[in-house]
Every structure is written in structure tokens, then in C-alpha cells.
């Protein structure tokens, strides 16, 4: 099974694990002293071609092999490759390889061209995604800190959900200009310490963006639970897990890919370590769903009752309606692509994942901040304060100007 992080790469991890495979046999072969012909004779040594590995022969034999076995790029042929062993060397292969290995029909989607343009829109759309949705989380956290009323755990919580999002957003510039910065680079078989520890911070922010959902929803369900209590003891727990969960995570699957699969940039999604960094996300997902459902009967059950007053439930569906619409808008996508191989709906996957993804960050500021009534009731509080500043300021020059 090939390990690479686009089917194209699987074409060239395919040849450099069969020419290591090849250079192994033929170290281990100068190690011994043993010629492969009869007689002492010396005969052909085991030699790599750049497509196949040729065992050692005597002189006047053959050997034969078929082409590669490569998906999606060569058609299943029967046809074999010759090459004789002669006093001289190995002869050239006949039949040639590109008359014996048929390569599979090109379509549309296999157009370098057409793919090169559709990863360069891609890029233009999640970039475009990334840039409005930091733009918005920093004014929300902004608004945020400000203004000393809106200073409580509830809000704590939102510029920690909103941080996540930033480094979401810092980690995909940062791995784009890691890993596609300079073209002449083969990313292909890139492995770097640089580009390791960007791969490390992109999925410690993926990481951490869930686990702090995990703690909107905890907290929701804490609210209605406890009915408004103090809740400042729980903040340090959220935050533990918020960030000291994914940190955790992120520390075993470095260590285990440095231990057991240390190759390429780490950027693989098919290598079975991937589950370190996958199973956790998928926990999540799968708690805040159960969360959701409790907090869809919490809530239910509360504004049926007839002892709430009618300002309670208006503020238990005003803390309900932005996480309740977050939880499944999260998860469900990634849940629907985690029941499925990696490299079925690649295209559908990238869409979710990098172009609708990035606005994510958008949205949640825009749920959770301006479109909340506290928010925008203070904000026009603090603008109408400064707009009758201002005019006081104004006319105070004004009669010093006319009594002087």
C-alpha cells in the first residue's frame, strides 16, 4: 500500500520504495563475495533501471518482468519485458516499456493544466475565506475585551472558541508557505523539520477549533443545568480541555510518527497513526452531538413549563440558538467524509474542508457577536456616550471661542 498525501505523489513514492528496495539487494549483494554466475563467472549483477529491479543472472540467461503495478496510471497488462544477460551486460529492455506498458486514457480530471487551475481557485476562495473570517475574529474579540460589561465566562469562552479559529487560519497560510512556497520543491518527498512542525501546528489547531466546541456545548448544557449559577469555578477545567487536550494529542502522534512513521512531511492521511490525530476529533464530534440532543430536550422541557417566566426563556433560547446551530453545522461533514477511505470524494472533501471551512471563523463571530442583542446594546451605548462627548467637546470650544 502506497502512503502519499495525493494520488499523484503515490506514483513517486511507488518507484523510490522499489528502487530502495532494489539498492538494499544490491548493497547487501557487494557484501558478498559469492559470484551469481556459474564457475565463477561473473555474469550480470542486480540492477535498477528507474522503472523495474533486475535480479542478478548468469550470462546467457534471461529474466522477465511485468509492468508496474500502479492504479490509475498503467492498464492491467499481460505483457512482459525481456532482457537478456550478456558478457557485456544486461541488454537494453525489449519490448520497450512504453510500447509493452500502456498508460491508463487521460481524462479531464487528470489534465495538469485543468488541475493546476482548479487548486489555484481553490486557494483564491479559502484564502479569500481565511483572510474575512481573521478580520472578523479579531473585531469580535476586540468588542469583546473592550467593553467591561460584557467581561464573563460565557464571553471568556467565545474569544477562546474565536482564537482557535485564528490559529485555524494562521496554520493554512503557514502551511501553504511552508509547503508550496517554492515550486522547484518535490513535495511530493519533502521532509523537513519545518515543514513536520507546521503539519504539527495545522492539526493542533484543527484539533483544538473541535475541542472548543466540545466546551461551547459543555457550557450550554452547564448553563441550563446549574439555571444561571456561579460558573467561574469551571473555567480553568474548559480550558484544560479546550487546549490541554489536543497539546496532548498532537505530543503522542508526534512522537508516534517519529518513532514508527517518519516519513515525508506528515501531511499523509492514509497512514493508520492518523487515527491519533482522527479518533479524537471524531470523540468530539460525537459528545457534542449527544450534548445537542440533551440540550434540544433541556430546553424543550424548560420553555413548556409553566414556572419559567417568559424573560427566562427568551434568554435560554438566545444561549441556545448559536451553539445548537454550530454543533451539527461542524460535525456532519466530517463525519459523513470520516466513514469513507481517504481518497474517495477528494474533490467534495477539499470543497468542505478548505472553501466552506473558512468561513466558518465568519460565522461563528457573527453568531456569537454581532448578531448578539447584549453586544450590539452595548456597542450602541458606547457609541451614543462618544457621540455625546464628542458634541459636548465641541460646544465647550465653541463658547470659548465666542466668550473669548
Same mark, same amino acid.
Given at each position: ?10 506514483v513517486?513514492l511507488?518507484f523510490q @520504495? ?6 538494499e ?8 563475495s559469492?559470484p ?7 555474469g550480470?549483477? &542486480?540492477? /535498477?533501471?528507474g522503472?523495474?529491479?533486475?535480479s ?5 540467461q534471461?529474466r ?5 503495478d500502479?492504479?490509475h496510471?498503467?492498464k492491467? *497488462?499481460k505483457?512482459?519485458?525481456w532482457?537478456?544477460c550478456?558478457?557485456?551486460g544486461w541488454?537494453f ?9 500502456e ?5 479531464i480530471?487528470?489534465?495538469?493544466e $485543468?488541475?493546476? *487551475? ?6 483564491v #476562495?479559502y484564502?479569500?475565506?481565511y *483572510?474575512t473570517?481573521?478580520a472578523?475574529?479579531f473585531?469580535a474579540i476586540?468588542?469583546?475585551?473592550c467593553?467591561?460589561?460584557l467581561?464573563? &465566562?460565557?464571553?471568556?469562552i467565545? =474569544?477562546?472558541?474565536?482564537t482557535?479559529f485564528?490559529?485555524?487560519g ?8 511552508v509547503?508550496?512556497?517554492d515550486?522547484?520543491v ?5 521532509s523537513t523539520v519545518?515543514?513536520k ?5 495545522f492539526?493542533?489547531s484543527?484539533?483544538?477549533n ?7 456545548g459543555?457550557y450550554?448544557q452547564t ?6 449559577t456561579?460558573?467561574k ?9 479546550? /487546549?490541554?487536550?489536543p ?6 502522534w508526534?512522537?508516534?510518527?517519529l518513532?514508527y512513521?517518519n516519513h515525508?512531511?506528515w ?5 493508520l497513526? /492518523? ?5 479524537p476529533? #471524531?470523540l468530539a464530534i ?10 434540544t ?5 424548560? =420553555? ?15 444561549l ?5 446551530? #454550530? ?14 477511505p ?5 474533490d ?5 474542508e478548505l472553501?466552506?471551512g473558512?468561513?466558518q471563523?465568519?460565522?461563528v $463571530?457573527?453568531?456569537?457577536?454581532? #448578531?448578539?442583542?447584549e453586544?450590539?446594546a ?8 462618544w457621540q455625546s462627548s464628542? @458634541?459636548s467637546n465641541v460646544?465647550?470650544l ?6 473669548a
Amino acid at each position: 500500500k502506497v502512503r502519499a498525501t495525493h494520488p499523484d505523489c503515490s506514483v513517486v513514492l511507488y518507484f523510490q @520504495e522499489q528502487e530502495a528496495e532494489c539498492l538494499e539487494i544490491i548493497r547487501s549483494e557487494r557484501q558478498t563475495s559469492a559470484p551469481p554466475g556459474p564457475s565463477g563467472q561473473q555474469g550480470c549483477l &542486480t540492477e /535498477w533501471d528507474g522503472v523495474s529491479c533486475w535480479s542478478a543472472l548468469p550470462v546467457g540467461q534471461s529474466r522477465a518482468v511485468a509492468c508496474p503495478d500502479i492504479l490509475h496510471v498503467f492498464k492491467k *497488462s499481460k505483457a512482459l519485458i525481456w532482457r537478456n544477460c550478456t558478457e557485456v551486460g544486461w541488454t537494453f529492455p525489449s519490448p520497450p516499456y512504453y510500447n509493452a506498458c500502456e498508460l491508463e486514457a487521460i481524462g479531464i480530471n487528470n489534465d495538469t493544466e $485543468a488541475k493546476a *487551475s482548479y487548486f489555484v481557485t481553490m486557494k483564491v #476562495l479559502y484564502t479569500c475565506g481565511y *483572510s474575512t473570517s481573521l478580520a472578523a475574529l479579531f473585531l469580535a474579540i476586540g468588542i469583546f475585551s473592550c467593553f467591561r460589561k460584557l467581561h464573563c &465566562t460565557r464571553n471568556s469562552i467565545h =474569544i477562546h472558541f474565536f482564537t482557535s479559529f485564528i490559529l485555524r487560519g494562521a496554520a493554512v497560510f503557514l502551511k501553504d508557505a511552508v509547503l508550496f512556497s517554492d515550486e522547484s520543491v518535490d513535495h511530493c518527498t519533502m521532509s523537513t523539520v519545518k515543514c513536520k512542525a507546521a503539519i504539527a501546528f495545522f492539526q493542533y489547531s484543527i484539533l483544538a477549533n473541535f475541542y472548543w466546541l466540545l466546551v461551547e456545548g459543555m457550557y450550554l448544557q452547564t448553563l441550563l443545568l446549574l439555571t444561571f449559577t456561579s460558573d467561574k469555578r469551571y473555567i480553568w477545567w474548559y480550558i484544560l480541555i479546550g /487546549w490541554g487536550v489536543p497539546m496532548l494529542t498532537v505530543c503522542v502522534w508526534v512522537v508516534t510518527r517519529l518513532q514508527y512513521d517518519n516519513h515525508g512531511c506528515w501531511d499523509d492521511y492514509t497512514s493508520l497513526y /492518523w487515527w491519533v490525530i482522527k479518533a479524537p476529533i #471524531l470523540l468530539a464530534i460525537f459528545v457534542n452531538f449527544l450534548i445537542f440532543l440533551n440540550v434540544t430536550r433541556m430546553l424543550a422541557q424548560k =420553555i413548556r413549563s409553566p414556572d419559567i417566566s417568559k424573560n427566562y426563556k427568551q434568554q435560554y433560547m438566545r444561549l441556545t440558538k448559536s451553539t445548537l446551530l #454550530l454543533i451539527p453545522l461542524f460535525g456532519v461533514h466530517y463525519v459523513v467524509f470520516a466513514l469513507f477511505p481517504e481518497h474517495i470524494g477528494v474533490d467534495a472533501r477539499l470543497y468542505f474542508e478548505l472553501v466552506l471551512g473558512s468561513y466558518q471563523g465568519f460565522l461563528v $463571530a457573527l453568531l456569537y457577536c454581532f #448578531l448578539n442583542g447584549e453586544v450590539q446594546a452595548e456597542v450602541k451605548r458606547n457609541w451614543g456616550k462618544w457621540q455625546s462627548s464628542m @458634541e459636548s467637546n465641541v460646544f465647550n470650544l465653541a463658547t470659548q471661542d465666542f466668550t473669548a
